[in-house]
C-alpha cells in the first residue's frame, strides 16, 4: 500500500473519509450527482502526456437545479485494484474549493511510461457529498533524454537540393524474444518522434490515424512525439516494425518571394522511435531505432506541402512492412547527430481525415481535362479511383475558384506548385490518395487517359471539439458563420495558419492574436494554442522581440499588432479557459515584449513602422496593402499600452503585487502619451480612421471627457460610407466589440448585415465558402483582386464571429473560465430569433432568443458550478445559478427593427 500525503494527519484523514463515504447511506448524497466529463490535461484518457504536474478537471452532473461544488477530493492510484482498495499514490483530502478546472496534481513526481487511475467526489453547499466518478486515467510517456534508448537515424545519402523521395524504414523482431518463450504481452507502446513527417506501419497495418505527425516545431529547438496503444498490433513470432518519413516542414519549401526554400532545419529527414512491450511477467523488451534498421526509397519520389506529391507505383516495395519479406537491397542506417533538444508529448490533436466530399459538378476544360467542384473551399487532398495502361500518368492540379472560362485560377499559389501525380506500373484500376502533401482547394482538375470512377476530396485539419455554435433567422449570417468555421477548420492544421493554398502556410502572429476569441467560441483550441504559443516563446528574439511568423524562420523584426500575440492570445486563453498556468508559463516573455517596446520607443511614442491596419481601405491614394490612413506610429502606440495593460493584469493574477504597480505605471504613462500625440482636444483621433478610434476606444485610450466625442467620430465615419466599414486586419477585429461597448450595436448590425462591398456579407453573396483575404478578392463586376496577395481562405476578418457569440448569442465571461456568465443577448437588424451554444469548461451554456412583434422571449440554460448575471433588452438584470431559465419582455422602441 503507498499513501502520499503533505502530512500524516491529512494521509489519515484521507483514507478515513474514503472508508465512511463507501459505509455512507444513500440519502447523504441527496442533490449531488457524482461529478462527469474527467479529464487530465483536457484529453480523455490521455496517452503519453509530457506535464510533471497534469492539470485535472471534471464537470460537476447537470440535474436541471442549481448545483454548486463547496470542496472536492481527487484519489490517484497505480491500478482500479487499488483504487477501489483505497490503496492510493495521492490523495488530496477534502479541499474547501469551487474549483473544477485545471486543479493541479499535487503527489509525487510521476513516473514515466505508467499508467495513473484517478476518480473524484464532490461537496454540494449543503455539505452533502457525491458518489465517486467514474474511474479516469493518463499515462505518461517519456519525461526525459535518458528515457530514450532510440537514437536519430537517416536513410541513404541523397541529393538533399532537390524534393527528395521519402525514406522507408524497417526492422525485425520476435515475440517472444529469446528467453522468454510462452510469455505473453501486457502492452506495447510506441514513442515516435520525426524530423520531417511520418508514418508508422506494424505487420503491415498502418499505426494510427494522424497524418503529418509529429508536427511543426522549432526542430532544432525542441522536437514532439507521439505515443501510441500497439499491443493488439502484435503477433506471436516474427514482427515488423516500419516507417516512411517524407519532407514535411523539417526539409520541405517554406516561405515564398525571394526566402522561398527548402530545409531550413537541417539536410537530412530523420527517424527516432522506441517500442516498448511489457510482458505479463513483469519483463520489457525495447525496439529502438539505430543504425542496424534498413531503409531505402520508394514509389513517393517526392513529397511536399506547398508543390505536391509524385507517386511512381512502379517503385513499389510490396509487402515491406510485413513478415517474411526479403529486404534484399536495402541499406543499413546512418545515425543522425540530431541537436539534443527537449523531446516533448505532443499535447494537442494531430491531423486526422475528418469527412470526405463528393463532386457537386464536373465539368471538361479546354486540354481535356476534368475540373470537379466540391461546393466548399476546405483543405485536404483528392482521392480518387481511376484505370490506366502502364506508364499512364494521372496529374491533379488544384484551386479556390475558377477563371470565367471555367478554367483554374491559380495565380494566387505563386511559386506553390500544388501537383498531385500518380504513375501506374501495370494496366489495370487503382485508388490511390497522397501520403505527406496538402491543398487548400474547391476544384481540382483530373489529367487522365480515362475519366475517374470516381473522385472524393479528403477534409483534413488538426482534431479539435467542437465548442459552440450559432443559428439565426438570417441564412447569410448563417451561412457567414460557416464560412468562418470552415476558415478555422482549413487554417488551424498543426498551428494557426494564415492560408492553407499558396507558398506561405506560415503561423502569421497578428492573424492568430485578432482571431483567437472567434476560435475559442467555435472550437477547444486551449492546447492548441498554449503549444503555439510555446513555438512564439522559443522564437523570441532576445531582446524580447516576438516575431511576426511562429515557428520563426528568417524574420527578426516584429510588427505592431503581430507581436503582441505574445501577450493578447495567453490572456485570452486566461479569460476564456481559466487556467493560470498559461499565465504563468508566458509571463516572463510578455513581460521582455513590454520591456523592449518601452527601452525602442520614443518619449513612449513607438516608431512609424511594421504592418500598420494591413489591407484596410481607408485611404484611396493607397500604394500597397500597409499603405493606409492610420498612422503607423497610432497603431504601434495603442498596442503598447495594451500590452502594458494586460501584462499588469497578469502580474495581479500570478499576485506580483511589486510587476503590477510597475506595468500599471507603465500603462498609464503611454496612454498619456498617447493621448498628448495621438488624441486632439476637440476628440478627433490621428487619421480620423475608423481603425484609429477602435484602436483608441478599444484599448481605454480616450479620456472619458471625451469618450462620447471620439465614439460619435466613429459612427460619423461609418454613416459617410454609407453604413460600410473601411478597417483592415488590425481594426475589424476591434470593430464590433467597441460598437458593442459604446451602446451602438444598431450601427453594428448595420455593418453586419451590410451585403454591398464592403463587408462580411458582400463575400457571401458573391458565393464564397470561406473567409477571404481581402474584402474584394473577387466581384462578378471587377473579378479578381490582385493575384499574387489574394488568398480566398484567410480566418482574419472572420474575428466578427466574437460578436456573434458574445451580442447575437449573448455568452461571455464574465469571471475567467465562465466560471461566472454574462447572458445578454442584443436582438437587432432583421434578426428575429437566433440558437447559441457554447461549451465552456463547467458545462453547456446555451441561449434562444426570439422576438415577435414587440415581444422578447429568451430561454437560457446555466450548467452546473457557476452563476450567470442575465440582462435583457429592457433594462432588467438579475442573477442566476445553474438550470434553465425562461423570460418575456418588451423590446424597447430602439430595439426593434
Known sequence: MI?????????????????????????????????????????????????????????????????????????????????????????????????????????????????????????????????????????????????????????????????????????????????????????????????????????????????????????????????????????????????????????????????????????????????VIRYQDGNEHIVATDENWLNRTGPIV??????????????????????????????????????????????FGTVRQHETLKPVAVTRGEKGEWIYDFGQNMVGWVKLRVSGEEGDSVILRFAETLHPDGSLYTDNLRKAKVTDTYHFARAGTVEWEPHFTFHGFRYASVWAAHEPESVEAVVMHTQLQPAGSIETSNPLVNRLQQNIVWSLRSNFLEIPTDCPQRDERLGWTGDAQVF??????????????????????????????????????????????????????????????????????????????????????????????????????DKEDSRGPGDTATPRALVATAFFAHAADLVARTAEVLENERDKQHYSDLHERVRTAFQKEFISQGGRVSGDTQTAYVLALGFGLVPERLRETASGY??????????????????????????????????????????????????????????WERWNSYSHENGFARGGMNSFNHYAYGAVGQWLYAVVGGISPLDPGFKSILIRPVPGGDLTWAKTHYDCPYGRIETDWKVEGDTFTLKAIVPPNTSAVVELPDGRRETVGSGVHNYTCTLPAASRG
Open 516 to 617: 483567437i476569441r472567434t476560435a475559442i467560441y467555435n472550437r477547444d483550441v486551449k492546447n492548441f494554442f498554449e503549444k503555439w504559443l510555446t513555438d512564439l516563446r522559443d522564437a523570441q528574439g532576445k531582446d524580447g522581440q516576438f516575431p511576426n511568423i511562429a515557428p520563426r524562420l528568417n524574420q527578426k523584426s516584429s510588427a505592431a499588432g503581430w507581436g503582441d500575440a505574445g501577450v493578447i492570445c495567453p490572456w485570452a486563453i486566461y479569460q476564456f479557459y481559466g487556467d493560470r498556468r498559461v499565465l504563468e508559463e508566458n509571463y516572463e516573455a510578455m513581460k521582455a515584449w513590454v520591456d523592449f517596446q518601452e527601452r525602442s520607443s520614443d518619449n513612449l511614442i513607438r516608431p512609424e513602422s511594421g504592418f500598420g491596419d494591413w489591407l484596410a481601405l
Open 302 to 347: 517526392s513529397s511536399d506541402f506547398y508543390d505536391g506529391e509524385t507517386y511512381d507505383a512502379r517503385l513499389e516495395l510490396g509487402n515491406w512492412s510485413e513478415p517474411g519479406y526479403d529486404a534484399e537491397g536495402w541499406w543499413p542506417c546512418r545515425l543522425l547527430q540530431a541537436p539534443q533538444v527537449p523531446m516533448e508529448a505532443k499535447r
Open 3 to 275: 499513501i502520499w500525503k503533505s502530512s500524516l494527519l491529512a494521509g489519515i484523514t484521507g483514507v478515513v473519509l474514503w472508508v465512511n463515504a463507501a459505509c455512507l447511506a444513500p440519502s447523504l448524497h441527496a442533490g449531488v450527482d457524482a461529478p462527469v466529463h474527467l479529464r487530465c490535461e483536457g484529453q480523455e484518457g490521455p496517452l503519453g502526456i509530457y506535464p510533471r504536474s497534469p492539470r485535472l478537471s471534471w464537470q460537476l452532473a447537470d440535474t436541471g437545479s442549481d448545483v454548486r461544488q463547496s470542496a472536492y477530493q481527487v484519489v490517484v492510484a497505480y491500478s482500479r485494484e487499488n483504487l477501489d482498495k483505497g490503496h492510493f499514490w495521492w490523495d488530496s483530502g477534502k479541499v474547501i474549493s469551487d474549483q473544477s478546472v485545471g486543479v493541479v496534481y499535487g503527489g509525487p513526481e510521476p513516473e514515466a511510461r505508467q499508467l495513473y487511475f484517478w476518480k473524484v467526489r464532490v461537496w454540494d453547499r449543503s455539505g452533502n457529498v457525491s458518489d465517486w466518478s467514474e474511474v479516469a486515467t493518463w499515462e505518461t510517456g517519456l519525461l526525459g533524454r535518458g528515457d530514450w534508448s532510440a537514437r536519430w537515424i537517416t536513410g541513404h545519402e541523397r541529393d538533399t537540393a532537390q524534393s527528395m523521395p521519402a525514406v522507408y524504414y524497417r526492422t525485425q523482431f520476435n515475440i517472444p524474444p529469446a528467453g522468454q518463450e510462452g510469455d505473453k504481452v501486457e502492452s506495447a507502446r510506441l514513442y515516435v518522434s520525426a524530423r520531417g513527417v511520418f508514418e508508422g506501419w506494424i505487420n503491415g497495418q498502418r499505426v494510427g490515424e494522424d497524418y503529418f505527425a509529429p508536427g511543426w516545431t522549432d526542430y532544432n529547438i525542441r522536437n514532439q512525439y507521439l505515443t501510441y496503444d500497439v499491443t493488439d498490433a502484435l503477433r506471436k513470432g516474427e514482427n515488423v516494425l516500419g516507417f516512411i518519413v517524407g519532407d514535411g516542414w523539417h526539409n520541405g519549401y517554406l516561405m515564398w518571394g525571394k526566402h522561398h526554400r527548402k530545409n531550413w532545419y537541417g539536410e537530412d529527414t530523420a527517424l527516432l522511435a522506441q517500442l
Open 714 to 771: 466613429l459612427v460619423d465615419d461609418i454613416r459617410a460610407r454609407d453604413w460600410h466599414l473601411s478597417t483592415g486586419f488590425i481594426g475589424t477585429g476591434l470593430l464590433m466589440p467597441v460598437l458593442n461597448e459604446i451602446g451602438r450595436n444598431d450601427v453594428a448590425y448595420r455593418l453586419l448585415l451590410q451585403e454591398t462591398y464592403p463587408g462580411w456579407l458582400y463575400s457571401v453573396r458573391q458565393g464564397a465558402t470561406t473567409m
